[in-house]
Nanobody, 123 residues
Framework: QVQLVESGGGLVQAGGSLRLSCTASGIIFSINAMGWYRQAPGKQRELVATITSGSSTNYADSVKGRFTISRDNAKNTVFLQMNSLKPEDTAVYHC?????????????????WGQGTQVTVSS
């Protein structure tokens, strides 16, 4: 089984910065896409940023120019550097990995989620 553990959330004033990280552990053959999603109270979960195994990135329009996603393949870790934070960035942030694992019957690819880390931006 694969587990994702996030860290780096917290309380910050508007204009401040935070850096989130998410590390996968388990019997991992390879990690394909990695991404960050967020869910604010009363709203649906939305995509924040993704990064492919080839390090191509994609961002939500609302965070372009402020957030940067990166990955360390050797450590099975994805990062989200968040600058110029706004109150509307307040949400629970979840990481998501597409992971290929070696099972008895061969290779299997699945989607795994972290438990979420709270980011609160005060005005």
């Amino acid at each position: 089984q694969v587990q994702l553990v996030e860290s780096g959330g917290g309380l910050v004033q508007a204009g401040g910065s935070l850096r989130l990280s998410c590390t996968a552990s388990g019997i991992i053959f390879s990690i394909n896409a990695m991404g960050w999603y967020r869910q604010a109270p009363g709203k649906q979960r939305e995509l924040v940023a993704t990064i492919t195994s080839g390090s191509s990135t994609n961002y939500a329009d609302s965070v372009k120019g402020r957030f940067t996603i990166s990955r360390d393949n050797a450590k099975n870790t994805v990062f989200l550097q968040m600058n110029s934070l706004k109150p509307e960035d307040t949400a629970v942030y979840h990481c998501n990995f597409r992971v290929t694992t070696r099972q008895t019957m061969g290779l299997t690819t699945g989607s795994y989620w972290g438990q979420g880390t709270q980011v609160t931006v005060s005005s």
